[in-house]
């Protein structure tokens, strides 16, 4: 079966980094994409950074500069590096896969690990 599996969430100070790993298993279909979305409370899930197979990456213009997503291919393993966290970051981070010609049976989401930035 397929699995997302995620890591690196916590509480954090403003200021503070976090690193958030992914690894997925089981995707017996060619990977287009792997990337990050979040989700806060009261708030629609939103992207926060995507990585193609070639290396071209996307951020939300709220964490450009600040957010380094980097990936491996071969393990089919994607992270995200997240510096000078602001309070307005806190939200549930969702690892996410997205399959070539696979439609919707080849898109896969992650439980959810959540981030909290707070004095």
Same mark, same amino acid.
């Given at each position: 079966?397929?699995?997302?599996?995620?890591?690196? !969430?916590?509480? &954090?100070? =403003? *200021? *503070? @980094?976090?690193?958030? $790993?992914?690894?997925?298993?089981?995707? #017996?279909? =060619? #990977? +287009?994409?792997?990337?990050?979305?979040?989700?806060? =409370? !009261?708030?629609?899930?939103?992207?926060?950074?995507?990585?193609?197979? !070639? *290396? %071209?990456?996307? +951020?939300?213009? $709220? &964490?450009? *500069?600040?957010?380094?997503?980097?990936?491996?291919?071969?393990?089919?393993?994607?992270?995200?590096?997240?510096?000078?966290?602001?309070?307005?970051? %806190?939200?549930? /981070? /969702?690892?996410? &896969?997205?399959?070539? !010609?696979?439609? =919707?049976?080849?898109? /896969?989401?992650?439980?959810?690990?959540?981030? %909290? &930035? @707070?004095?």
């Amino acid at each position: 079966q397929v699995q997302i599996v995620e890591s690196g !969430g916590g509480l &954090v100070q =403003p *200021g *503070g @980094s976090l690193r958030l $790993s992914c690894a997925a298993s089981g995707v #017996i279909f =060619p #990977i +287009y994409s792997m990337g990050w979305y979040r989700q806060a =409370p !009261g708030k629609q899930r939103e992207l926060v950074a995507i990585i193609t197979t !070639g *290396g %071209t990456t996307t +951020y939300a213009d $709220s &964490v450009k *500069g600040r957010f380094t997503i980097s990936g491996n291919n071969s393990e089919k393993k994607v992270w995200l590096q997240m510096n000078k966290l602001k309070p307005e970051d %806190t939200a549930v /981070y /969702y690892c996410n &896969v997205d399959s070539v !010609g696979a439609g =919707p049976l080849g898109n /896969y989401w992650g439980q959810g690990t959540q981030v %909290t &930035v @707070s004095s």
